[in-house]
């Protein structure tokens, strides 16, 4: 059967567009919420939708900056940065944390979150979100026009009500959005169980 494929070639289209055949193909994506605290003190908090685990032991997690940003900025200079894991009745909050704005503006303010005190670093946890994950800076990789960072994990601290019988997160409760291509979010999908063989 012949395919019904479209070819799509990195050396003939604008790498804008590019980018949203990407990011519109590699969906669910689980989103990072970065919490960062500036040298000046300054509290930052952005979601980040290229993340993922990096090792486990040492437990590694990682996300991507499309360009330099302010996260990425705040990181390089104090080395330690918290991944909050959002639920879906803090979508609004965490899209208000994409915007772009000047240095100086506390963004758990702007999003009337709470900051809450973590336990092995200096930035602030997001007392709202079900799953918070402590980091220190491991490494800051360029890519492309990107910059990986990877962070080892110090702590990690789950609200209680989101545990199941077995002691881990239940996805139901935790309820965590994705990101999908344009402005899409996912929100929790069905889930089926497999042994793996
Ligand atoms: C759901 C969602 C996911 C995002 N994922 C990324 C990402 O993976 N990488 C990135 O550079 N920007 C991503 N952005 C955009 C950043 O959140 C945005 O540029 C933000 O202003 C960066 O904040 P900062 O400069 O305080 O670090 C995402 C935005 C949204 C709403």
Redesign the pocket.
């Known amino acids: 059967m012949p395919s019904d494929a479209t070819s799509f070639d990195p050396d003939e289209l604008d790498p804008g567009a590019f980018y949203r055949l990407l990011t519109a193909s590699i969906v669910p994506r689980p989103?990072a919420w970065v919490s960062t605290r500036a040298a000046d003190g300054v509290l930052?908090l952005?979601?980040?939708?290229?993340?993922t685990v990096a090792s486990t032991a040492p437990p590694i997690v990682q996300?991507?900056?499309?360009?330099h940003?302010?996260?990425?900025r705040n990181i390089l200079e104090t080395g330690e940065f918290v991944v909050n894991i959002g639920t879906e009745s803090l979508i609004e909050q965490?899209?208000r944390t994409?915007?772009?704005v000047e240095h100086g503006v506390d963004?758990f303010a702007l999003a009337g979150l709470t900051p809450e005190r973590s336990a092995t670093v200096a930035p602030p946890r997001v007392a709202e979100a079900p799953v918070s994950i402590e980091c220190t800076k491991h490494l800051i990789l360029d890519v492309g026009n990107c910059a990986v960072i990877l962070g080892a994990v110090r702590h990690v601290a789950v609200a209680r009500s989101i545990l199941a019988d077995d002691g881990l997160p239940d996805f139901a409760r935790l309820a965590p959005p994705s990101?999908l291509g344009r402005s899409e979010?996912g929100l929790t999908p069905a889930t089926v169980e497999h042994e793996r063989p």
Not at 46 to 51: D, E, G, L, M, R
Request: glycine content about 4%; overall charge negative; charged content about 20%.
């Open positions: 989103i930052n952005a979601p980040y939708s290229f993340f996300f991507t900056s499309v360009g940003k302010d996260s990425w965490m899209n994409s915007e772009h963004e990101r979010w």
